[in-house]
């Protein structure tokens, strides 16, 4: 490793952000570079020197009572599509079960009438049936008479 | 990585969470008990001011709690909420002219500040303990407000680099190199108190 990718990763190595590899490179540096060693060292002692003489500030019990009197009027904000479901639920579910309904009695009516008419259908078919059989089978006496050479005047003619 | 200075397990936080979504303030007032000191002192670390870190801390709370049915995951909560005490520091703290009063100001004008309490008796270590505050509480000023958020999150807050990208809204490669930056700026302004010269 290079002095220069050391330094670089100094302060990561002080704050333990380096991978388990970085950190074994780096390290291995610093026992062979007095240099980079002597960095490191001025640096940490740096960042302990502000950390030991930066007054940190209590909590005052008035913040909370602050906070809690203002959001004690309020529930959490729910995101935006939460309240358009709920909202929207019951109108949605109304109508839901009405179109439901209504493709049932659409889909029942339909039914009946189909069998209305297949029954009519069909009775209308045994009626025409019937009519055909009667001509067929005697009803017609002029029924199975081929019309002889002179039942047209006109067609000895034309011969 | 190091141990997060709130003393909060996730399974605790993650129902109190819950709760808080519900309506729940008792469970709330834990999340803030456990939170609270830490959103303070970074904000106070950015702004220089008690009164108005205090007041934006109140703020971050109040929204806190308002926005907390929108938070998916409860283990991105201190992020999320570092994120929402970074916003108003910087929606509006820039709208005032900056302060520019140290604490050590502050103390002269008789503004009463809350503060740990101090052990030290020796006349000559207050001297020099003051000394150094002011030392330090400058060189955080001095910082550029971009290395000066992720320096009190690194080197103040101990959080972790990843957590502090989600934060400051960059990439962890920008977020360290910055981190890194910060340091050595800071060294600069404290060198002369430093044993190891750089």
Redesign the interface.
Known sequence: MKCKDCL?N???YT???LSFEEEARVASHLKSCRSCA??L???E???A???S????????PQ??L???N???T??????VF?WFVKAASIPALVVALTLLIGYLTYDHIRKRDLDDYISQYMKYRETVFKMQNVNAFGSNPFMGIKPGPDANPFQSEAR | MKARSAIVTPAALREWIHRAQNGDVESYQNIYDSYARKVLNFIHRMVHSPEEAEDLTQETFVVVYQKLGTLKESDKFEPWLFRIARNFVYQRHRKRPPQGVSINMLKEEGRPIPEIVDVRKNPDEEFLAEELEKVAADAIRSLPEKYREVFILSALQHMPYQEIAEIVGRSLASVKTDIHRARLQVRESVKKYLKVQP
């Open positions: 670089d100094l302060t990561a704050d333990r952000e002597q960095e060292k001025s640096l002692e740096a960042t020197m502000v950390q003489n930066t007054r940190e500030l209590e909590i005052r913040l909370w602050a906070v809690s203002r959001i004690s309020e529930s959490p904000r729910l995101p939460y």
